[in-house]
């Protein structure tokens, strides 16, 4: 894939993501709608995608272990570095470590990832894996963390833990991705005319998501004299160090070459993720901090997106 074929795949992201923008600069959509068309995404489309694809995906070939694995190390070594650098800079609160954690470490998948990765390579099938470590690995420790720390709650923390962990497991991205496993797995057979239907709600989820970041972030500016030092190591980290150390991590590690060491190159390249922010008001913890590190990591990944498309495109 040359510069050129690179940017003319990139043309559909930068028209729904752009228009975004442009009409809630121009307050022709109200910028508060984001949400509406964000639920939507998260909600509804993105699940009929992910359910669709994964039941007519090989899972022999969709769950590249060598490839997880590599991930995983890389993530992991990636959290152990930032919970480092978070408590040499000062962070006592374990609760803010782990939030801090999750904002470097954790990708934005279901609203940035799966467009980018349907806008690029026509699937997104790569990022499923992944997304079900996030959710199962990740989001379940910094939940855990987030929860025994808590001085509000009333209950054992073993209960406050248990609620935690059953709502992570209970949204609709993580339930489609397991019934798509499970189905695929069975002796089942869905009905064409319901995986059609699937597939009809499941394309629009790609333009629909880019046009509600849009929205989002035309309706909420940049303020880029207000960024702080942390902010802006944090956002380098997720948006520059994270890649290469899972590059790095791949390929002399654990040996992936090819398309899968480009897929999550790609991925680790992904802004900080939206569930962020909502972790941060659930918790009441760094909100401000966090509502800045979603907005700013994902203009930086916007911009660098180009140049990521390139270098993975001859990543051996």
Not at 33 to 39: E, I, T
Not at 82 to 92: E, F
Request: net charge positive; charged share 10%.
């Amino acid at each position: 894939m040359g510069a050129v074929d690179a940017l003319e795949k990139l043309a559909p992201v930068v028209l729904a993501f752009g228009c975004g923008v442009v009409l809630a600069r121009r307050k022709v959509v109200p910028a508060e709608s984001s949400k509406v068309f964000a639920d939507y995404a998260f909600l509804f489309a993105v699940p009929c995608f992910l359910f669709g694809n994964i039941y007519r995906s090989d899972l022999g070939a969709l769950f590249n272990w060598r490839a997880i694995s590599g991930y995983a190390a890389a993530a992991c070594a990636a959290a152990a570095l930032i919970g480092v650098a978070a408590w040499v800079l000062g962070v006592r609160d374990p609760r803010g470590v782990a939030l801090r954690i999750m904002a470097a470490v954790q990708v934005n998948t279901a609203y940035f990832a799966v467009p980018v990765f349907i806008m690029l390579f026509g699937n997104a099938a790569p990022i499923f894996p992944v997304l079900l470590f996030q959710v199962c690995v990740l989001s379940l420790i910094i939940i855990s963390i987030m929860e025994l720390g808590r001085p509000d709650r009333v209950g054992s923390p073993a209960r406050r833990l248990g609620s935690a962990v059953a709502a992570s497991l209970m949204t609709p991205v993580v339930i489609a991705c397991n019934a798509g496993i499970v189905l695929n797995l069975l002796p089942v057979t869905v009905p064409g005319v319901v995986l059609d239907s699937f597939t009809f709600v499941g394309d629009s989820a790609s333009p629909v998501a880019l046009f509600a970041l849009g929205l989002h972030l035309g309706g909420s500016g940049i303020k880029i004299r207000g960024t702080t030092m942390e902010e802006v190591w944090i956002t380098g980290f997720k948006c520059v160090a994270l890649p290469l150390i899972t590059y790095a991590v791949c390929r002399f590690v654990f040996g992936v070459e090819g398309e899968w060491l480009s897929y999550l190159v790609l991925i680790a390249a992904m802004p900080a993720p939206q569930n962020l922010f909502i972790f941060a008001q659930r918790y009441d913890v760094g909100v401000d901090m966090s509502a800045s590190l979603v907005i700013k990591s994902s203009v930086v990944a916007l911009l660098l997106l180009p140049l990521w498309t390139q270098l993975v495109a001859h990543p051996t």
